[in-house]
């Protein structure tokens, strides 16, 4: 149990049968009246965002999330596959799930696959990866005074901004955070 007191950014609770992670806290004791903490929890299941306030000695049952290192394996269309590199299990987790989260991801990469209670709500990519440039116009000399970017496409079909003088077939490497460039390998 955690009280309200006690709170620090990414924790996960279990508050009224919803499992939250907190993204932000803050504790305020006004001149008139009891000190609370205020809070912008995220519902790790859907991704809602909300704020609440609770009294500091409230207390709330920490939620246990289970993060696993699995290889991706493929997608057949609705379904990504995931294998664990440990016990070999696979399992599917269906677009909806997934999102966007794997489009920086080349398969047979290693990722975390998170799940509460056995059921997958997310999946985190590796932070940096490395990938191909599959398709991209050539810069041209004289547009730089801005530090100017295009478009390219990488070789698992996102698209990212890279700065003018990266070319067709370079190595690039890439926040998958944000999508933004951050070098050529």
Same mark, same amino acid.
């Given at each position: 149990?955690?009280?309200?007191?006690?709170?620090?950014?990414?924790?996960?609770?279990?508050?009224?049968?919803?499992?939250?992670?907190?993204?932000? *806290?803050?504790?305020?004791?006004?001149?008139?009246?009891?000190?609370?903490?205020?809070?912008?929890?995220?519902?790790? &299941?859907?991704?809602?965002?909300?704020?609440?306030? *609770?009294?500091?000695?409230?207390?709330?049952?920490?939620?246990? &999330?289970?993060?696993?290192?699995?290889?991706?394996?493929?997608?057949? +269309?609705? %379904?990504?596959?995931?294998?664990?590199?440990?016990?070999?299990?696979?399992?599917?987790?269906?677009?909806?799930?997934?999102?966007?989260? %794997?489009?920086?991801?080349?398969?047979?990469?290693?990722?975390? &696959?998170?799940?509460?209670? +056995?059921?997958?709500?997310?999946?985190?990519?590796? %932070?940096?990866?490395?990938?191909?440039?599959?398709?991209?116009?050539?810069?041209?000399?004289?547009?730089?005074?801005?530090?100017?970017?295009?478009?390219?496409?990488?070789?698992?079909?996102?698209?990212?901004?890279?700065?003018?003088?990266?070319?067709?077939?370079?190595?690039?490497?890439?926040?998958?955070?944000?999508?933004?460039?951050?070098?050529?390998?």
């Amino acid at each position: 149990m955690i009280s309200a007191g006690d709170f620090r950014n990414g924790v996960t609770l279990e508050i009224d049968g919803n499992v939250v992670q907190i993204l932000e *806290f803050q504790h305020v004791k006004p001149g008139k009246g009891a000190a609370f903490v205020r809070t912008k929890l995220k519902n790790v &299941i859907n991704g809602g965002v909300v704020e609440k306030t *609770f009294r500091p000695t409230e207390k709330f049952p920490q939620a246990r &999330i289970d993060r696993v290192d699995m290889q991706y394996l493929y997608s057949d +269309g609705e %379904l990504f596959n995931f294998m664990n590199m440990e016990t070999y299990d696979q399992i599917a987790v269906d677009k909806n799930t997934v999102g966007d989260s %794997l489009k920086f991801v080349k398969e047979n990469e290693t990722v975390k &696959i998170c799940s509460y209670n +056995g059921s997958v709500f997310a999946i985190e990519p590796p %932070l940096f990866v490395e990938l191909e440039i599959t398709d991209t116009e050539p810069g041209f000399k004289g547009d730089t005074a801005q530090g100017a970017t295009k478009p390219a496409i990488v070789e698992t079909g996102a698209q990212v901004s890279v700065p003018l003088f990266v070319n067709q077939g370079d190595k690039i490497k890439i926040d998958t955070r944000t999508g933004e460039y951050l070098s050529r390998v």
